[in-house]
């Protein structure tokens, strides 16, 4: 029997060393995403569509029209370009750690949670199997008497 409580303590151990082995990437894959957004508005402020609508709020302060028409246009430069890094970090290598450790500590749990599962069902099966062998010692001399 305790050999079946160590193998679980065992793989309760490898689930924690797992998750926290996902926690890290998922630390990773975070840091790799606000490292791609910073490159992203430092792309897009350097596009010439953001020049120019820095240039023309600057020269046409007055003329809001043409300001907002050249700020749907950064909007839309935007977007494009902070979709094409998504994909960077999508695809990154951070990304795959997190989900290869993601599964491995998934599995871990669940392997740990079914030998936990089963060693408590060996244990209670041995203590009942005593205890109604004691109970049966116990009539068979309370009637020898």
Known sequence: MPKVTKRASK???EAKKQISK???SF???SRKAAETAKKTAKEVAKTRDAKTAKKQLKNAQGAVKTA????ATLVKTAVKTGKKNAKTVSGSKEMKTLRANAKRASSATKK???TATKAA???SSAAAKKARAKT??????ARSK
């Open 11 to 13: 793989q309760t151990a």
């Open 22 to 24: 996902a926690a890290k």
């Open 27 to 29: 630390g990773d894959v």
């Open 68 to 71: 907002a028409s050249a700020g």
């Open 112 to 114: 740990a949670a079914g």
């Open 121 to 123: 069902k060996q244990s």
């Open 136 to 141: 049966t010692a116990a009539a068979k001399k």
